[in-house]
């Protein structure tokens, strides 16, 4: 089983300010097709988790471009640019390489 | 869209069937997924089912083997989770998602993962 691990995992912000987190696999999550199987989901409050970013850097349909995805192999990163209110909710990581599905503990974030 | 049902309030080895009604996507062409969220806790991926053309296969995680069986029924755009033998550690959010699909964005393929999720169904295994 890849483990996934997220740090940190709560994370406190004014608004307008960037925001990071970092997620780090156990091992590659490169296959054979040259693609990297990274994904990161926003839970916001009382909803269903929601996809954010796909293939490490890749905005879903719809997620606003302050946010953004990088990493490569073992490391990845979340970043906001400038955190809105609305952007609270607890991130998670996910790595989709092999089953089982397995994601990071998730990362609190709320607003200062 | 998904939207899950059967949920619900059960006994220390009882049973319940969870089901989820797919639409607005190709329904028979997509790997699918249980995911459940124990209160106050993170995300599990519990069992996956692939698409008929790669050969219905099943996964499931250690904990829930042997005590849930997942299946889909593509002429109801339907899968479910059939789940026994239910501990008090089950209790959970369950939701029901999409698992990888293929998607051309630009000429290029990219791979979606767990892109759609229903909302949701609570089970409560309590004596």
């Known amino acids: 089983e890849i483990v996934m691990t997220q740090t940190p995992l709560s994370l406190s912000v004014t608004p307008g300010q960037p925001a990071s987190i970092s997620c780090k696999s156990s091992?590659?999550?490169?296959?054979?097709?040259?693609?990297?199987?990274l994904y990161w989901y926003l839970q916001k409050p009382g909803q269903s988790p929601h996809l954010l970013i796909y293939?490490?850097?890749n905005r879903f349909s719809g997620v606003p471009d302050r946010f953004s995805g990088s990493g490569s192999g073992t490391d990845f990163t979340l970043r906001i640019s400038r955190v809105e209110a609305e952007d609270v909710g607890i991130y998670y990581c996910?790595?989709?390489?092999?089953?089982?599905?397995?994601f990071g503990q998730g990362t609190k974030v709320d607003i200062k | 869209q998904l939207v899950e049902s059967g949920g619900g309030l059960v006994k220390p080895g009882g049973s319940l069937r969870l089901s989820c009604s797919a639409s607005?996507?190709?329904?028979?062409?997509?790997?699918m997924s249980w995911v459940r969220q124990a209160p106050g806790k993170g995300l599990e991926c519990v069992a996956r089912?692939?698409?008929?053309?790669?050969?219905?296969?099943?996964d499931y995680i250690a904990p829930v083997k042997g005590r849930f069986i997942i299946s889909r029924d593509d002429s109801k755009n339907t899968l479910s989770l059939q789940m026994s033998s239910l501990k008090t550690e089950d209790t959970a959010v369950y939701y029901c998602?999409?698992?990888?699909?293929?998607?051309?964005?630009?000429?290029?393929?990219?791979?979606?993962?767990?892109?759609?999720w229903g909302q949701g169904t609570t089970v409560t295994v309590t004596s």
């Open positions: 998602t999409t698992d990888l699909r293929v998607n051309n964005v630009g000429g290029v393929f990219y791979f979606y993962a767990m892109d759609v």
């Open positions: 089912i692939k698409s008929e053309a790669d050969g219905a296969t099943t």
């Open positions: 091992q590659s999550l490169l296959r054979g097709d040259g693609k990297t199987y």
């Open positions: 607005g996507f190709d329904f028979s062409d997509t790997w």
């Open positions: 996910m790595q989709s390489k092999q089953f089982p599905r397995t």
């Open positions: 293939e490490v850097s």
